[in-house]
């Protein structure tokens, strides 16, 4: 992908995220990336090939938002586990959360078939990598148990926020993570 086709990719992924993929036509596309419909098509053969592309866009960077700085700050892998949901707390409390783009996305898109739906996989899976490799470096019984209890604790967090209007349930999720860590390194 070139720096262009990034470049309409970005917007594309912030115009799902704050409206909707479906509510997101190509004209509002078009006139956000501030280029014709037809050269749209041109660097993207259909909206699905877009939103393909856009949330691809997102995944490492939202990656990196959850992971990079623990990794830079911290060695310990029970304290790099137990920052990953503070700093969960800390994106969920900003005025601006949406909800996870990600999942936003999943069920949004009811085609199970539809190609987006590989990518929003992709993101999934490396977050509960990044999990795994921390449960088993921290020394849990069973860290592949530990890192899927996590991510629902994770996912359900995010889900929570938007229902309640309040970052009580990610302060109830810091907590409930760091009860399993303890018991999984018990």
């Not at 262009?4 to 004209?27: N, P, Y």
């Not at 960077?61 to 892998?77: G, N």
């Not at 137990?82 to 707390?89: D, G, P, S």
């Amino acid at each position: 992908m070139d720096a262009e086709d990034a470049r309409i990719a970005a917007l594309a992924a912030e115009q799902f995220h704050q409206h909707g993929i479906t509510a997101t036509g190509v004209e509002t596309l078009s006139r956000a990336a501030k280029i014709s419909k037809r050269t749209l098509y041109q660097r993207f053969a259909s909206k699905e090939a877009l939103i393909v592309a856009a949330y691809e866009s997102l995944d490492l960077p939202v990656y990196r938002m959850f992971t990079e700085a623990i990794e830079a700050q911290l060695e310990d892998p029970r304290d790099q586990l137990i920052a990953f949901f503070i700093q969960l707390e800390a994106i969920v409390g900003s005025p601006e959360f949406r909800g996870c783009p990600f999942t936003n996305a999943a069920s949004e898109l009811s085609n199970p078939q539809h190609p987006a739906h590989a990518v929003v996989r992709r993101h999934k899976q490396r977050i509960r990598k990044w999990l795994l490799t921390r449960a088993r470096a921290a020394g849990a019984a069973n860290p592949e148990q530990l890192s899927r209890q996590l991510m629902l604790v994770f996912a359900g967090t995010q889900s929570q926020v938007l229902v309640e209007r309040s970052t009580r349930a990610a302060r109830d999720a810091r907590e409930l993570a760091a009860a399993l860590i303890d018991q999984a390194l018990s």
